[in-house]
């Protein structure tokens, strides 16, 4: 059974520092790792999606690197700011015969970046 | 382009009353449909995925159903809610199970 877990639970930075989020899952075996961006009382809204041939993914100030051999993910936030404020989430979906893309979340990391 | 809509975005029940939450897609046709429920301090969870009209699976035993009346409509249902029932739903569609989720807003229901 896949099992997702993310490391801080919080983080509060100020703004301009670069930080890195983690990610880590017990089983290696999946179709991609996926980071989303949850604002409070609200969706999901998708940051980066690494295939499981993939090693890492860049878009803007964000990038996500996978090893699935440590079951690992880390996700890189350069330069952050204010607006960048919000829970991190990220999800192992395991491969499964259906083809089936059943997404297991981790408890997110609730980041706060202060002016 | 596609887009997801849920509704209502807050809902206060109390315990014992019936539950209809519903779930639209438009832009895409034949979606991969999911809701997930968010409780507090805990993860998203999967509750039910469809894979087509009237297929609907379950992930985890439960007080709440859903059915798929038509291709893009997607609706959660209890006859009877408990104080468990209690979280942020999240409706999610993807045009092919192995392909990215896309989420709506959710619903905040509360039951006193």
């Known amino acids: 059974k896949q099992e997702v877990t993310q490391i801080p639970a919080a983080l509060s930075v100020p703004e301009g520092e670069n930080l890195v989020l983690n990610c880590s899952f017990t089983?290696?075996?999946?179709?991609?790792l996926q980071w989303f961006r949850q604002d409070p009382g609200k969706g999901l809204t998708s940051l980066l999606l690494?295939?499981?041939?993939?090693r890492e993914q860049t878009s803007g100030r964000l990038n996500a690197s996978l090893d699935k051999s440590s079951g690992r993910s880390t996700l890189y936030i350069a330069a952050s700011q204010p607006g960048d404020s919000a829970t991190y989430l990220c999800?192992?979906?395991?491969?499964?015969?259906?083809?089936?893309?059943?997404?297991?979340f981790g408890t997110g990391t609730r980041l706060l970046v202060s002016p | 382009s596609q887009t997801i809509h849920q509704w209502p975005a807050t809902l206060v029940q109390p315990v014992g009353s019936p539950l209809s939450l519903e779930c639209t897609v438009e832009?895409?046709?034949?979606?991969?449909l999911y809701w997930y429920r968010q409780a507090a301090g805990r993860g998203l969870q999967l509750l039910f995925y469809?894979?087509?009209?009237?297929?609907i699976s379950s992930e985890v035993p439960q007080n709440l159903s859903a059915s798929r009346p038509q291709d893009r409509q997607f609706i959660l249902s209890s006859k009877k809610l408990l104080l468990s029932d209690s979280g942020f739903y999240l409706c999610?569609?993807?045009?092919?199970?192995?392909?990215?989720?896309?989420f709506g807003d959710g619903t905040r229901l509360s039951i006193l």
């Open positions: 999610a569609w993807s045009i092919r199970g192995d392909q990215p989720q896309h």
């Open positions: 690494i295939q499981s041939s993939q």
């Open positions: 999800a192992a979906p395991p491969i499964r015969n259906t083809g089936f893309q059943k997404l297991v």
């Open positions: 469809s894979v087509g009209i009237g297929q």
């Open positions: 832009g895409t046709s034949n979606p991969n």
């Open positions: 089983d290696s075996a999946i179709y991609n």
